[in-house]
């Protein structure tokens, strides 16, 4: 019996270990900021960026309604990110209060359908907001997309966020990791 537990204790998960699984992301290890995309590209006045600071990336800026704006977004290099078998992502973020979008891409097309879902954060406290698959949404361009394939999570190649959410002014979100469940 002594021996069973030593060989379940050594075999189990660092309890320590937040929401074990598959490390998608880190911003601790070098990994590169993500690209931004906003709504300049149709003559919208929003900013928004991605840097690493004290190894947690910060995707911050300001969103402007001005000029039929109201977009701000960021996007990771597109790579193999066969997540078969996995029911979705954990998100560990310190946000604003505001919700923002998680957005996966399963082909390299810098324009087109993507799948998005709701990432809620709370104001100023670091939390790790669950995503499951399922609740990803075919959309282009902020409306849905009809007749588009569910996401496939053996197809991912691209990572990104998004705040799209119609109110104006300076906005912050904290990101340590992601993970695949």
């Known amino acids: 019996m002594l021996?069973?537990?030593l060989m379940f204790l050594i075999a189990a998960p660092d309890a320590r270990e937040p929401n074990p699984g598959a490390v998608v992301y880190r911003f601790d290890d070098g990994a590169a900021p993500?690209?931004?995309i906003n709504d300049g590209v149709m003559g919208g006045l929003s900013s928004g960026r991605m840097w690493q600071e004290d190894g947690i990336a910060v995707f911050s800026g300001t969103l402007?309604?001005?000029?039929?704006?109201g977009f701000s977004s960021v996007?990771?290099?597109?790579?193999?990110?066969?997540?078969?078998?996995?029911?979705?992502?954990?998100?560990?973020?310190?946000?604003?209060?505001?919700?923002?979008?998680?957005?996966?891409?399963?082909?390299?097309?810098?324009?087109?359908?993507?799948?998005?879902a709701a990432l809620p954060t709370r104001?100023?406290?670091w939390t790790e907001v669950p995503v499951p698959f399922d609740r990803f949404r075919s959309t282009f361009r902020g409306r849905p997309v009809q007749g588009y394939p569910d996401l496939d999570p053996a197809k991912i190649r691209t990572f990104g966020l998004i705040l799209?959410?119609?109110?104006?002014?300076?906005?912050?979100?904290?990101?340590?990791?992601?993970?695949?469940?």
């Open 123 to 125: 104001a100023g406290e």
């Open 75 to 116: 996007r990771a290099a597109p790579a193999e990110h066969s997540l078969a078998g996995k029911a979705g992502l954990v998100l560990r973020v310190r946000g604003d209060g505001r919700t923002y979008g998680l957005r996966l891409r399963t082909n390299d097309r810098f324009d087109g359908p993507s799948y998005q």
């Open 164 to 181: 799209a959410d119609k109110q104006p002014g300076e906005f912050r979100l904290e990101l340590d990791w992601i993970r695949a469940y």
């Open 3 to 5: 021996l069973f537990m």
């Open 34 to 36: 993500w690209g931004s």
């Open 64 to 69: 402007s309604l001005e000029n039929n704006g």
